[in-house]
């Protein structure tokens, strides 16, 4: 049994509160950082492409979880992120600035998408976002100059004052340090000023407007973050897979991105990374699976489409405040055992409410 | 010269006049109530003051500047905040995160500072909760600090959308129908926390509603609409009384 006792303000606002959380994350941390030296390589490159993933699910975990805005072409940002990283490696930019400029300069086209944002809203928002990828995926394709076009291209060796980073160990350990500054950076955010309009206008626009909230001014805003976010993980994932084409920032990426943010559960940044954790290894996991099954199943074409879509449709039935809504029952059926009550994440009935303010 | 007026407002929607010609002021520190049928435009008013809809014709004037013009967001820097008749209240937030976002207008720090979570955010973030908690202590609230809205009972929602409109320390308080869905218990609460709005805080209050017991114990002056018009206005008695005012509720 645990009651949380404030002793001043600052303890309720504490990100890790207890000794067991310092613990706890601890201990995850010491295992992270020992991993590349305990597993095979072709782990070791999971877990960075898990890292990478983790990112841009956070990014879009901020947009859809938090503010409520629908976007169906995250992939675009990626894409964004990769190649504009890409282009400034190759003329000599440092890989920090260079990551800071993907980062920057997605964040801007995201400002540009965001902007019709402000009119439309939910499955319209969903397929403005939608077109942009498809054109986004197009124009790499044929601006053959910069992008290498459908070929593709190859992507420089990422040096840190004058150290090669390319290697395995090395990627893992930079895409780690991103990942932890980004949930970093996030989770403050998150949790004062800014996040809490973000939270409001999600939850009531009339509301959040009455109370002095910019509900415009916030929109366009998240999706600037959020698209910086996924464009610093497009960057890291140039060096994950050393040769860019624009196939690889298709619908499919995009689609996997919005279910480790509903998998994961909406509203939360740890289930943006359980979700990722969960769809980056769904493949892992399928493929170990393979042989096992019955050939005329596992040899079937499209079975790894077929299982992320079953796990979509059984997430939202049956649990679909998603992962993270999961790890909240187990952690406080653990945090008050005898007492704990399983009504206690019912769904309260929601009472009347209008739509006449939009 | 008066501290809130409404002058020859006039809202239209088509051919649909939802609020006629309508003036009337208010002065500084009275609890003024506006009744009225349904659909006689009572919550239009509001919405106008708020800024939600434009006014066809006339203005509003809070210490004789025109706040007609400004847009939604800005209205609650003049100190005007609101209530809605059918709670719009940040569902997934516990009442306290409700309370700060009351305090929204007031800055909590640069977005950088909140990025690294300065010593400076911090310190506004502890300002905002101790004066947060003064409104939870004031509507007793406190046993629902860390409960999310959505896991609680209408009355208690009421008063937390309430103390939300307070945590913005407003100097004009705009509340649309704020005993629709109480009990009697509840509604005697209400007219003791709007008499401490009014008498402690010194906070104006104009407020929308059906229940006259409570504007007859807390009202100062009222009044009474009909089809988006002005039937009567005066003490609550006096208004009450009026022959056009029985016609519109009971008929002739």
Not at chain 1, 77 to 83: E, P
Not at chain 1, 138 to 154: A, E, H, P, S, Y
Not at chain 2, 41 to 46: E, L, P, R, W
Not at chain 2, 111 to 137: C, T, Y
Request: net charge neutral.
């Amino acid at each position: 049994m645990r009651f949380p006792y404030d002793t001043s303000y600052r303890d309720s606002r504490k990100l890790l509160r207890y000794r067991s959380d310092w613990l706890a994350y601890g201990i995850l941390l010491a295992l992270l950082i020992a991993a590349p030296w305990i597993l095979p390589r072709f782990y070791v490159g999971e877990l960075t492409y898990l890292f990478i993933m983790s990112v841009a699910s956070l990014g879009l975990m901020l947009l859809i979880g938090f503010t409520g805005q629908l976007s169906f072409g995250h992939a675009a940002f990626v894409a964004i992120g990769c190649y504009v990283h890409v282009w400034l490696l190759g003329h000599g930019v440092p890989l920090v600035a260079s990551l800071l400029c993907a980062g920057l300069f997605t964040a801007l086209v995201g400002l540009l998408i965001g902007l019709p944002a402000i009119r439309v809203s939910g499955l319209h928002l969903a397929m403005v976002t939608l077109a942009f990828s498809i054109i986004v995926e197009q124009v790499i394709g044929r601006w053959k100059d910069v992008t290498g076009g459908f070929t593709g291209l190859t992507v420089p060796r990422p040096l840190l004052f004058g150290f090669d980073l390319g290697g395995q160990r090395q990627l893992y350990f930079l895409c780690l340090v991103v990942l932890v500054l980004v949930l970093l950076a996030l989770v403050n955010l998150l949790r004062g000023h800014t996040g809490r309009a973000f939270t409001a206008i999600r939850d009531s626009e009339a509301a959040a407007q009455s109370l002095g909230i910019w509900t415009a001014g916030y929109k366009v805003f998240a999706f600037a973050i959020s698209a910086g976010v996924t464009g610093v993980a497009g960057a890291l994932l140039a060096h994950h897979v050393q040769y860019v084409t624009p196939e690889g920032f298709g619908l499919l990426l995009s689609l996997e991105l919005v279910m480790m943010v509903v998998i994961g559960g909406l509203g939360s940044l740890r289930g943006a990374i359980l979700g990722a954790i969960f769809i980056s290894l769904l493949p892992v996991a399928i493929s170990a699976l393979k042989p096992i099954l019955p050939t005329r199943i596992g040899s079937q074409f499209g079975l790894e489409i077929f299982v992320f879509g079953l796990m979509l449709a059984l997430f939202i039935l049956f649990e679909p405040a998603g992962l993270n809504g999961r790890w909240r029952k187990l952690k406080s059926l653990t945090d008050y055992f005898p007492l704990y009550r399983k009504d206690t994440f019912r769904r309260g009935k929601t009472y009347m409410r209008s739509e006449r303010y939009r | 010269m008066s501290y809130f007026a409404v002058e020859n407002l006039s809202l239209r929607f088509g051919g649909l006049h939802a609020i006629r010609n309508l003036s009337f002021e208010v002065e500084q520190g009275e609890v003024f109530a506006i009744i009225g049928p349904n659909g006689a435009g009572k919550t239009s008013v509001f919405n106008v003051i708020t800024r939600v809809f434009t006014p066809s014709e006339g203005r509003v004037l809070l210490r004789d500047r025109d706040i007609t013009t400004l847009p939604r967001h800005r209205v609650v820097e003049r100190g005007i905040a609101r209530t809605f008749q059918n709670i719009e209240l940040f569902e997934s937030a516990t009442v306290l995160d409700n309370l700060l976002l009351g305090r929204h207008r007031f800055r909590h720090g640069s977005v950088l500072g909140q990025v690294l979570w300065s010593p400076a955010v911090q310190r506004a973030e502890d300002h905002s909760r101790a004066k947060a908690e003064d409104i939870i202590d004031l509507l007793d609230l406190s046993p629902y600090r860390n409960t999310p809205v959505a896991s609680l009972p209408y009355g208690i929602r009421k008063m937390v959308e309430l103390a939300r409109a307070l945590a913005s320390e407003p100097e004009l308080l705009l509340l649309d129908e704020p005993a629709s869905g109480l009990n009697p218990e509840e509604t005697r609460d209400l007219a003791f926390f709007i008499d401490d709005i009014q008498n402690d805080l010194g906070i104006t209050v104009i407020m929308v509603e059906h229940d006259m017991s409570l504007v007859g114990e807390v009202a100062d002056r009222v009044l009474c609409m009909n089809m988006g018009e002005q039937l009567a206005i005066g003490p609550v008695a006096e208004v009450r009384a009026h022959p056009d005012v029985v016609a519109a509720y009971l008929g002739t």
